[in-house]
């Protein structure tokens, strides 16, 4: 192998590992998907005002579906909470993407009168966070058997 090889091969790996390009963490459409699909399922909910999630993956974040929604003010409680957290269960019980390793649910709920803003160095507005999650046992019992691939 001749050296000028040898030096594409190493510019071109350099350049992979400097973009932060890495086949450990890279973006999985079914984690993507199960993070619409929560989202579309908490907006048919007359006591949602708003709702959105954020897939992040990468070497630094792993595979971390943060899901954020906001309650009306009149509507908020622990049962609507509850309520909330399971739907986001269910569905990521229901989807590929539970097979997935290293794939981290994060919840935060939020009132109206108090949503949440781009201004990360205020004080936390969100009523409610929790991760989220089901061992193969619960999500058997409780939602069915998980699809095939």
């Known amino acids: 192998m001749s050296a000028v090889v040898r030096l594409i091969g190493l510019v071109v790996l350099m350049v992979g590992l400097l973009t932060g390009c890495n086949v450990l963490a890279q973006y999985y459409e079914d984690v993507d998907n199960v993070g619409k699909k929560i989202v579309a399922d908490w907006k048919e909910l007359p006591e949602v005002s708003d709702a959105k999630y954020d897939y992040m993956?990468?070497?630094?974040?792993?595979?971390?579906?943060t899901l954020e929604v906001v309650i009306r003010a009149e509507s908020v409680s622990d049962e609507v909470?509850?309520?909330?957290?399971?739907i986001a269960t269910r569905d990521y019980w229901q989807s590929t993407?539970?097979?997935r390793d290293g794939v981290s649910l994060r919840f935060a709920a939020?009132?109206?009168?108090?949503?949440?803003?781009?201004?990360?160095?205020g004080p936390d507005r969100a009523i409610h966070r929790d991760?989220?999650?089901?061992?193969?046992?619960?999500?058997?019992?409780?939602?069915?058997?998980?699809?095939?691939?």
């Open 57 to 65: 993956h990468g070497v630094d974040s792993g595979q971390r579906l």
């Open 81 to 86: 909470i509850d309520k909330l957290k399971d």
């Open 97 to 99: 993407a539970y097979d």
């Open 110 to 121: 939020y009132s109206s009168d108090n949503p949440p803003t781009e201004d990360v160095t």
């Open 131 to 149: 991760r989220l999650g089901v061992p193969e046992k619960v999500g058997l019992e409780k939602y069915g058997p998980r699809p095939t691939k």
